[in-house]
């Protein structure tokens, strides 16, 4: 659904664009040579982006920006984890948190651990040599979008006023996977004194527009991974698969 290039035409109806504009938001099939795409779906490329940079920002910049802002109700000065902190979701998450005026402890893996610094966390931790839902430290607001932790030992790492937002889901059962501890959580909100929530994202002009000011303004800056020619899109999505790669692969035209 990301994509990012140059207009070729435009409909007898659009007023914003036209032909020779370099443009980035969101479509149905940008795994072409050509794509389609309403104009409230689009905004200019900012000019410090390259396409390659602009085409990896909407869905999961999306994603972050509502997570935080929307569901999680970010304020200055709070404490904010980011699990999942190296991922396509978590390296905005840990940007946007930070420009929202935030502090910031990122999870990821050791090798990971410098690229969450860069992106500007105050704080790492490696999740394979600790348990950041051991209940020695807590934060007012956790965004996981890593899905594997319990509902229980995530509300260990909350105080009882704090917030989880879950993104996405992975592992659990064969029927719901992670998603079900995605449902779990607002029913087990209404009975708990913290605020379990999850995200449904959604794709909005104004927030591409937020997100394009934030690019511009240098808040938020990309993670490009490796980039792959339209014809070799299979092996692009065997890498994605398999996670051997850092940053949000690319296919170009």
């Known amino acids: 659904m990301n994509v990012a290039g140059q207009v070729e035409a435009v409909g007898p109806e659009v007023t914003r664009f036209q032909p020779g504009d370099a443009v980035f938001g969101w479509c149905d099939g940008s795994f072409a040579e050509y794509?389609?795409?309403?104009?409230?779906?689009?905004?200019?490329?900012?000019?410090n982006l390259?396409?390659?940079?602009?085409?990896v920002v909407p869905i999961s910049g999306f994603a972050a920006l509502q997570a935080?802002?929307?569901v999680g109700r970010v304020q200055p000065g709070q404490r904010v984890l980011i699990i999942g902190a190296a991922g396509a979701v978590g390296s905005f998450a840990v940007q946007l948190a930070k420009a929202f005026g935030a502090?910031?402890?990122g999870v990821a893996s050791t090798g990971q651990l410098e690229l969450v610094r860069a992106l500007g966390a105050d704080d790492v931790i490696d999740y394979t040599r600790a348990d950041v839902t051991d209940g020695t430290r807590q934060w007012d607001l956790i965004i996981d979008t890593a899905g594997r932790r319990s509902l229980s030992a995530l509300r260990r790492a909350l105080p009882p006023d704090g917030t989880l937002v879950i993104v996405g889901g992975e592992g659990g059962g064969r029927l719901m996977g992670g998603f079900l501890r995605n449902l779990r959580a607002p029913l087990m909100s209404r009975f708990v004194s913290q605020r379990l929530q999850m995200l449904a994202s959604k794709e909005r002009q104004d927030d591409l527009q937020t997100l394009r000011e934030l690019?511009?303004?240098g808040k938020l800056v990309p993670d490009v991974g490796p980039s792959y020619p339209l014809d070799e899109v299979p092996e692009a999505m065997r890498q994605l698969v398999?996670?051997?790669?850092q940053g949000k692969i690319v296919i170009t035209v």
């Open 68 to 70: 935080l802002r929307d």
């Open 50 to 55: 390259s396409f390659e940079q602009a085409a």
């Open 103 to 105: 502090t910031v402890t």
């Open 215 to 217: 690019l511009e303004a």
């Open 35 to 47: 794509a389609l795409a309403p104009e409230d779906h689009l905004a200019a490329v900012p000019a």
């Open 242 to 245: 398999e996670g051997h790669t």
